[in-house]
């Protein structure tokens, strides 16, 4: 009885070894039921846990301290690391500056004054010494007058009288030339109302021509300072009064234009600036032409304003 009790404690203990021996060399089991819900429950886990974007490495730092992050990549600034090469920038292309300055632009000259004895005076280079100028009256017995006198060698005014139908025209045929004109006009016992409608039908003549009146009165002196016209006469002139005196006529029925040159240098052989009256004709043209004149011809203008 002793022998089988010893028998089964021993047989019972060598199991019990076996048994936790077992245990250690293979793993724990769950039971076939067990282990499928484990299984199923695996997937739903992870889908439940959310993926973090960075792994953090010890303990999470505490909230407070914790500064507020993006919750996204694409919140976040992008930075730039200093190994990544820059773009390159496209090259700058700049004009070719031009080699030459543009032509400058020609503006209209305009009257550097509202006086006509300057505004539409014949320009003129200064004259050393005595200084001669021609008025000739052109009285429509000549065709071509404008183109005649703008091709002599020496400058010539035009005196016209404004009473004609064409004064306006012969004015405005002489302008385009470059020429100088004046209205011709008898003074006395005129008043303001005679100047004034001289220079209505000559706007651009630079003074009044009397070749009859040897004196002009007071009314027709003020009517000129306030037109700004000067005064060409046979007399002396008025005081503070741009005037121009004739000093001699040149005859326009000479026989010859070499007999006209001869006496037009012989007027002009004195030291004394000299007027020159006459009329437009065609031997007067041809002595004007003549090679054998002096020099020092200007406008009448130009003694008006000395």
Not at 58 to 74: E, I, K, T, V
Not at 219 to 247: K, P, V
Request: negative net charge; proline residues 11%.
């Amino acid at each position: 009885m002793r022998g089988h009790l010893l028998g089964f404690v021993s047989g019972a203990a060598v199991s019990v070894v076996a048994l936790g021996a077992s245990a250690l060399l293979s793993p724990l089991r769950l039971p076939p039921h067990d282990m499928a819900q484990e299984v199923a429950a695996r997937p739903a886990q992870a889908e439940a846990a959310p993926a973090a974007d960075v792994a953090e490495v010890g303990a999470a730092p505490d909230a407070a301290l914790r500064p507020d992050l993006p919750q996204r990549a694409a919140d976040a600034p992008a930075t730039l690391d200093a190994a990544t090469p820059m773009p390159s920038a496209p090259p700058v292309q700049t004009a070719p500056l031009p080699q030459t300055a543009p032509a400058p632009v020609a503006l209209p000259s305009l009257p550097q004054t509202s006086r006509p004895i300057e505004a539409y005076a014949a320009p003129t280079a200064p004259v050393i010494g005595r200084a001669l100028a021609i008025v000739m009256i052109d009285d429509g017995m000549m065709v071509g007058g404008p183109q005649a006198v703008a091709a002599l060698p020496m400058p010539v005014t035009i005196a016209i009288d404004p009473s004609r139908a064409d004064a306006t025209d012969k004015m405005n045929a002489y302008r385009a030339m470059g020429i100088e004109v004046v209205a011709l006009l008898r003074l006395e016992g005129a008043g303001p109302t005679a100047v004034f409608a001289a220079q209505h039908a000559l706007p651009q003549a630079v003074a009044v021509m009397d070749v009859d009146s040897a004196e002009i009165g007071t009314g027709a002196a003020n009517a000129l300072r306030e037109a700004g016209l000067g005064l060409i006469s046979m007399g002396e002139g008025t005081e503070d009064l741009q005037h121009a005196q004739i000093t001699a006529q040149l005859p326009s029925s000479a026989s010859s234009p070499i007999v006209l040159a001869r006496e037009i240098s012989g007027l002009a052989a004195s030291d004394q600036d000299a007027v020159f009256l006459t009329r437009l004709r065609p031997v007067v043209i041809a002595a004007l032409r003549a090679g054998t004149l002096p020099t020092g011809f200007v406008p009448v203008s130009a003694l008006l304003r000395h």
